[in-house]
């Protein structure tokens, strides 16, 4: 489906290395005159990849706006958890941060104050 400003992917499969590690019930990608959002619902992660299996992420929101362009905003939702971060650009830096985070995450986020953070440099 699409439209001026709208396009849908609907029933994705995402493959890494010939496995099907994750199913996607839908993709929306909005282009709006400040800002963009790609919206991913229903992430359905496979239980055959080897390091992060069997996790429902139920939304994942990626907005980005003309006035801070090397930024892109963060949200994701699993179960009982909000996690919320920022793409850096320009330092190439992700970095999440949660109040609490699934058992199976849990490796991969550090233990703060007051809950978990994540961090990736690419």
């Not at 619902?41 to 080897?50: A, E």
Request: net charge positive.
């Amino acid at each position: 489906k699409d439209n001026y400003t709208n396009f849908t992917i609907e029933n994705a499969k995402l493959f890494y290395e010939n496995i099907n590690s994750a199913n996607i019930e839908k993709i929306k990608f909005s282009s709006l005159l400040f800002n963009s959002v790609i919206d991913i619902n229903n992430v359905k992660l496979n239980k055959d990849l080897p390091i992060i299996s069997g996790i429902n992420i139920s939304k994942i929101e990626l907005s980005q706006n003309i006035f801070s362009f090397n930024n892109i905003k963060v949200e994701i939702h699993i179960k009982n958890s909000f996690i919320y971060g920022n793409i850096d650009l320009n330092k190439k830096l992700v970095t999440l941060n949660s109040k609490q985070i699934p058992k199976s995450l849990k490796p991969f986020f550090k233990k703060i104050n007051k809950g978990y953070k994540y961090e990736y440099k690419f």
